[in-house]
């Protein structure tokens, strides 16, 4: 079974952030007004799509079995998540992250999502390839063309939606699957397919391996990296170091050798595990950092807690300050 939930593995519900110390397309990055509480938007590579700096990734939202990481509560209500959503809008953080493996998390937002806002505020980013059994908690993988056709119209169906903005190949952490799959070519074939029938905007893949990640920055519209940003100082949580404080050394971590890959194509850059599954000792000056690399687009956080999304937006409104 897969041990890689996207980028929704970071922070439980209880979890504090120290702030240390929308949908459409465009093709230049926005600052929040002085005093406003919603993040910078990005665009997405070539893609076009404009997307929060932040991202929501739903994984809480939708299973409780076979994660890897201690302290998963149970599913919160539909009233938790809709308080969740509509912090997300309110501060601006559109891009959604979900997946067939994340159990019920698709459905329940294709219910939610337009009791928040309308279709066209959001960024949904989904996957295609992992299969995951809730009442066995054993997931399996299946790339095979008629899967992914199936799975892509399951996602339009549950997500209540005419398109895919974004969809991504599937890969667990730290595995040769990802380079095999890419290599062959025949799963990126069938997304494109899918792409000119005006089902799926943009296509892509979320990559274990460095191998992974080269080929899909030159096969692929938008990568999915592991990334986070450098070491804590003696003095985390004092004042600022190398430009973005917080303790934090500013030096990205996980797969760069990807991101530069994906730049050069200018591939749309999703950040995942940017708190490294729930470590990061300062999460706000981890984010503020790893952002701070402009070609890294969107940093996906999962969190069922609205608290982590404000205390998030503030550290980034913090490090604009400080520049």
Known sequence: MSEDHGASDELSAGDELHAGGTGGTG?????????????????????????GAIGLGTV?????RGLKYAGVPALPSD????????????????????????????RRLGELLPR??????????????????????AGHYDFTP?????????SLLSLKSDVLDVVLLHFA??????????????AVGVLRELQ??????????SVGTPQGGALAAGVCDVVMLTLSAGGVSDGAGGGVSGGVGGGVSGELTGDVRSLTAASLHRAGVLAKKPLDSGRAADPGATVRALL??????????????????????????FGEQDQ
Not at 27 to 51: C, F, I, Y
Not at 83 to 97: C, K, P, S, T, Y
Not at 146 to 154: D, K, L, Y
């Open 27 to 51: 093709d230049a990055e926005d600052h929040a007004d002085a005093g406003s509480e919603r993040v910078p938007v990005r665009v997405l590579g070539k893609t076009g799509l404009r997307v």
């Open 60 to 64: 809480k939202l939708g299973r409780t």
């Open 79 to 106: 009233e938790q998540a809709l308080e969740l959503l509509r912090a997300a809008r309110e501060l601006g953080v559109n891009l959604i992250d979900t997946a067939p493996a994340y159990g019920v998390s698709e």
């Open 116 to 137: 928040v806002a309308p279709r066209e505020d959001w960024v949904l980013c989904t996957k295609v390839g992992e299969v995951f059994d809730d009442a066995t908690g």
């Open 146 to 154: 008629g899967h992914i056709r199936a799975s892509v119209e399951r």
């Open 173 to 186: 952490s730290s595995t040769e699957l990802d380079a095999q799959v890419l290599e062959r070519g025949e």
């Open 196 to 205: 000119a029938k005006g089902l799926v905007r943009a296509v892509g893949a």
């Open 292 to 317: 701070s690399d402009a070609r890294v687009h969107c940093a996906v956080v999962g969190t069922s807690n609205p608290r982590n999304l404000r205390q998030l937006a503030a550290a980034l409104r």
